[in-house]
C-alpha cells in the first residue's frame, strides 16, 4: 500500500523537557517524509487522541508513528483498529526518564529511536484476518469432577459440548470416594461427594451428548477445525470440534517404585487403596482379616522427592485426615499415628486438620519413616527418625498406609526422568560424548507423547509435550490452562495437584479459554500470548530448500511437512511467535508486521558515528515479554544507564534472524546485546524455548566471528525476568565497559 505517514510526538511526561521535540519534528518532516507531523504538549488526552483520529478520519495519513511513552503505556488510547498501522516510538521510559535531560547523547538516541520506529512502520502492511469455518462445539476429554464441571459450564455459556469418558461410567476418581473434604461449616467432618446430582445434571442436559466407554483414537486439524475420531463398541466416528478441554485426571504414584524398606509388607497400603477398601466396607488388615486397631500413615511418600515425584502433591495430607476419620469412624477406640515433613492444610481446611488433631488417639509426628518391618506379633513396626522427640523410634501397629502422590494421567514419569537428567548433562558442561548422548536424550523426549490420550496427528508427536513435572501447562507462570498445543485446554488434576473442589473451579476457567480460542479463532486472531494479532506467517515455499528447521523448531507443532519435506503451516496452531521466521536460514518467512527485512530496516537506520567521534553504538534486540518491560520498568524508577545503546523489541528472541547480527556488525555497530527469558528447567519464556534456541544459534555466530577476526565478546546474550529491571543499568553499563576495551569496530565506515 501507498504510506501517508503521520508522526505525532509527545511533549508530555517530561519528554519535552528532555529532548529537542522541535528538531524530532523536523526529522520527520524532511528524512522520514512524513505528510503530517504534529506535536502536543499531552498526547494521550483527549484532544491528542483526537488529532490523530481526524488525521485518520480525513486520509491525510494512513501510517501512524506515536513518539510518547511506551507501547506497553495507554494501549486502549492509542488503539485505532486491529487492521490499522501504528508504531509506537518509546521516548518516555527509554529515552527522557533513563538518560541525561539536554545532553547531546540523549538527543541522538531519540533521534535514532524516530528513524528505527519509522523505518519499522514503512515496511509494514496491514494484517489480513482469517477466514475459516470455524466449529464452537467444545471437547471435553474426561468425565470425572474436573470434566462434568467444564461440559455444564460451556453448555450453560450455550455451546455444545461432547463430553467423552473411557469407563462405563461418569464420576473419574471421585466417584470411588466414600467421602470427601469437607466444603461447608463448620468445616470438622468429611462429607459425601455429591457427585450424583452433577452427573444426573450433566447427562440430561440438551447441549451435552455423553460418550461412556470412548476413547480419542485420532485428533487432527487445528483450534476452531479439530476433526476427532471416537472410538467405542459401537464403532467410531469423527466429530469436527473448535477447541479441546482435556480433563483426564490423575493417577496414584506406583509404590512398587518406592525405596522405603518394607513398603511392600501385606499390611502395607496405599492411600488410594485404603479409599476402596473403605468404599467396599470395613477396613481390615489384607494379611488375615482382622479388625484394624491401630494405624500409621507415612506423607510424601514419593512427593516432594527428586527421585520420584519432585513437587507437593497437594491433597495427601488432607486425604490421611479424611481416612483417619473413616478408619475412626468404625472403630472409635482406633490408634492413629500420622508421621508428616508438614502438613499442608490450606483455607478452610485447617479447621479440619485441627479437629482430627484433637482426638486423644490421634498422633501427630514430624519426622521420617526410614524402614517398615514385621515383627514377631506380626504387627508392622515403622523406624522414624528425625522426629520431635529427639532418638529414633519403633512404632508397633496393624496397618500402613503410604500417602503416594498424583500423578497426571499425561505423564510418564520416566520419561520425565530422563529428560530432567538428560538437561543436567548440558548444564554442567560434561564431556563432548556426554553432551553428545544428552541431546540425543533430548530429541528423543523433549516432543515425545504422554499416555497417548489424544492421539494428536502433529509432526511432534501424538500427545502433549513432556514436562519436567508432568503436568501439560504451557507457561507455568503466566498461562495456567494453556497446553503447548493451541487451542487444547488442561483443567483439573491433569493439569497440578488439586482436590475435588479446586478441580470443579479449574474446569471453569479451562472452558472459559476453550470459549474464547473458539471465538478468536472465528475472529482470525491469536489467542494468547499475543492476543487479538491478526497477523501470521508468509511462506515463501518457492525458496524454501526443505531443511525442516522451522518445522523442528516450532514449539507448539503448528508446521506439519509433507513427503517431500515442505512446511505445511496450520495458521490457527500458530502463536504469533515468530520462532520460525529465526530458524529459517533462506529468510523465506515473514509476517505483514513483523519481517526480516523490517528489522533489518530498523538496523540500517540507526546513524553510526565514525571511529573518531568516540560515540559506539550497542544494539539491544530485547525480548517484548519479560526484557522489554523489565527495560521500561528501569526507566520508571529513573535508573540511568549508557545512552549509546539502541533497542528493538522482538515478539520473542527465538526469532532473531542471525542475518540482524551480521547486518549491524557489517553496519559497525560495536556490540550486540540480546535480553531474553530465562531458560532451563524452570523456564519463563512464553515461547517455551525462544531463548534457549536464540542461545543455540548464538554459539555458531560467535564462530563465524572468530574467523573474521571480529572478537566474539561483541555479541552476548543475558537471561533476564520481567522482574529484574534494577539489573539492566549495571548489566547494559558492564557490557558497554568490555565492547570500548574491545574498541571500535574494524567494520566501521565501510
Known amino acids: 500500500m501507498d504510506k501517508k505517514l503521520g508522526v505525532y510526538i509527545c511533549g508530555g511526561c517530561s519528554i519535552g523537557e528532555s529532548i529537542d521535540v522541535d528538531r524530532l519534528a523536523e526529522l520527520a518532516r524532511k528524512d522520514a517524509k512524513a505528510a503530517v507531523c504534529r506535536t502536543h504538549a499531552c498526547l494521550c488526552g483527549e484532544e491528542g487522541v483526537a488529532q490523530i483520529q481526524a488525521d485518520l478520519a480525513s486520509g491525510a495519513v494512513n501510517a501512524v508513528a506515536i513518539a510518547a511513552c511506551s507501547p506497553r503505556a495507554k494501549m486502549e488510547r492509542f488503539n485505532f483498529g486491529a487492521r490499522q498501522l501504528v508504531e509506537r516510538i518509546n521516548l518516555r521510559e527509554q529515552v527522557a526518564w533513563s538518560h541525561k535531560p539536554n545532553d547531546e547523547d540523549t538527543q541522538m538516541l531519540a533521534e535514532d529511536c524516530l528513524r528505527m520506529g519509522v523505518a519499522r512502520l514503512e515496511k509494514m502492511e496491514p494484517p489480513e484476518p482469517l477466514a475459516e469455518s470455524i466449529s464452537r462445539t467444545i471437547l471435553v476429554v474426561g468425565g470425572g469432577v474436573a470434566g462434568i464441571n467444564a461440559a455444564l459450564e460451556g453448555a450453560e455459556a450455550g455451546y455444545d459440548v461432547l463430553l467423552v469418558e473411557k469407563e462405563a461410567r461418569l464420576g473419574g476418581f471421585l466417584g470411588e470416594l466414600k467421602k470427601t473434604f469437607p466444603t461447608h461449616a463448620p468445616y470438622t467432618q468429611a462429607e459425601n461427594n455429591g457427585l450424583a446430582e452433577k452427573v444426573r445434571a450433566v447427562s440430561a442436559h440438551p447441549r451435552v451428548r455423553v460418550f461412556w466407554s470412548t476413547q480419542v483414537v485420532k485428533t487432527e486439524g487445528q483450534p476452531g477445525m479439530f476433526d476427532v475420531t471416537l472410538q467405542n463398541h459401537h464403532g467410531s466416528e469423527t466429530h469436527r470440534v473448535g477447541s479441546i478441554v482435556m480433563a483426564t485426571g490423575w493417577k496414584p504414584y506406583d509404590r512398587s517404585k518406592l525405596t522405603l524398606p518394607g513398603c511392600d509388607l501385606p499390611d502395607v497400603v496405599t492411600n488410594v487403596e485404603l479409599e476402596r477398601m473403605a468404599a467396599a466396607g470395613p477396613v481390615t488388615r489384607p494379611s488375615d482379616g482382622k479388625v484394624v486397631n491401630s494405624a500409621l500413615f507415612v506423607q510424601c511418600a514419593g512427593s516432594r522427592d527428586p527421585a520420584h515425584l519432585g513437587y507437593c502433591s497437594s491433597v495427601c495430607c488432607m486425604s490421611t485426615l479424611k ?401 529484574e529491571g534494577d539489573r539492566i543499568p549495571h548489566l547494559i553499563d558492564d557490557f558497554v565497559a568490555r565492547v570500548r576495551e574491545l574498541g571500535p569496530n574494524p567494520y566501521k565506515g565501510f
Open 323 to 723: 481416612e483417619a476419620e473413616i478408619l475412626r469412624d468404625q472403630n472409635p477406640d482406633i490408634e492413629i499415628f500420622v508421621i508428616y515433613r508438614d502438613m499442608v492444610t490450606p483455607g478452610q481446611y485447617e479447621t479440619y486438620y485441627q479437629s482430627v488433631q484433637d482426638h486423644a488417639l490421634n498422633f501427630f509426628m514430624k519426622g521420617m519413616v526410614t524402614g517398615l518391618e514385621r515383627d514377631a506379633n506380626g504387627k508392622v513396626v515403622a523406624h522414624v527418625d528425625g522426629s520431635l522427640m529427639g532418638s529414633p523410634m519403633r512404632v508397633p501397629v496393624d496397618l500402613v498406609v503410604l500417602a503416594t502422590g498424583m500423578a497426571a494421567n499425561s505423564a510418564d514419569n520416566d520419561g520425565i526422568r530422563a529428560l530432567r537428567d538428560a538437561r543436567r548433562t548440558l548444564e554442567r558442561n560434561e564431556s563432548e560424548t556426554q553432551r553428545t548422548e544428552a541431546e540425543k536424550v533430548i530429541r528423543q523426549l523433549e516432543d515425545r507423547e504422554g499416555t497417548e490420550i489424544l492421539h494428536l496427528g502433529y509432526r511432534q508427536g501424538p500427545d502433549l509435550p513432556i514436562l519436567q513435572s508432568g503436568f501439560p501447562n504451557s507457561h507455568f507462570i503466566c498461562f495456567p490452562y494453556e497446553t503447548q498445543r493451541t487451542g487444547i485446554y488442561a483443567a483439573g488434576a491433569v493439569r497440578a495437584p488439586m482436590d475435588s473442589q479446586l478441580a470443579a473451579e479449574d474446569a471453569c476457567g479451562a472452558m472459559m479459554k476453550a470459549i474464547q480460542s473458539v471465538e478468536m479463532a472465528a475472529q482470525g486472531q491469536a489467542v494468547h500470548p499475543r492476543a487479538g494479532d491478526l497477523s501470521y506467517p508468509n511462506f515463501a515455499l518457492q525458496r524454501c530448500t526443505q531443511c525442516k528447521r522451522c518445522t523442528v523448531e516450532c514449539p507448539f507443532g503448528a508446521i506439519d511437512e509433507d513427503e517431500k519435506g515442505t512446511p505445511r503451516f496450520n495458521p490457527y496452531r500458530c502463536r504469533r511467535c515468530g520462532i520460525c521466521m529465526g530458524a529459517c536460514p533462506e529468510r523465506i518467512i515473514s509476517f505483514k508486521n513483523y519481517s526480516v527485512d523490517m528489522i533489518a530496516g530498523m538496523v540500517k537506520a540507526i546513524e553510526v558515528p565514525d571511529e573518531f567521534a568516540d560515540k559506539p553504538r550497542i544494539l539491544i534486540f530485547a525480548c517484548e515479554n519479560d526484557a522489554y518491560p523489565a527495560l521500561d520498568q528501569a526507566g520508571m524508577n529513573r535508573a540511568s544507564y549508557d545512552a549509546s545503546v539502541r533497542v528493538i523489541p522482538l515478539r520473542c528472541l527465538g526469532s532473531m534472524n542471525i542475518v540482524w547480527i551480521a547486518d549491524a556488525l557489517s553496519r559497525g555497530i560495536d556490540g550486540v546485546l540480546l535480553l531474553g527469558c530465562k531458560f532451563g528447567e524452570d523456564y519463563q519464556c512464553h515461547f517455551i524455548r525462544g531463548s534457549e534456541l536464540a542461545n543455540r544459534r548464538l554459539e555458531n555466530v560467535k564462530d563465524t566471528l572468530e574467523r573474521l577476526q571480529l572478537e566474539s565478546g561483541r555479541i552476548e546474550l543475558v537471561q533476564l525476568g520481567i522482574d
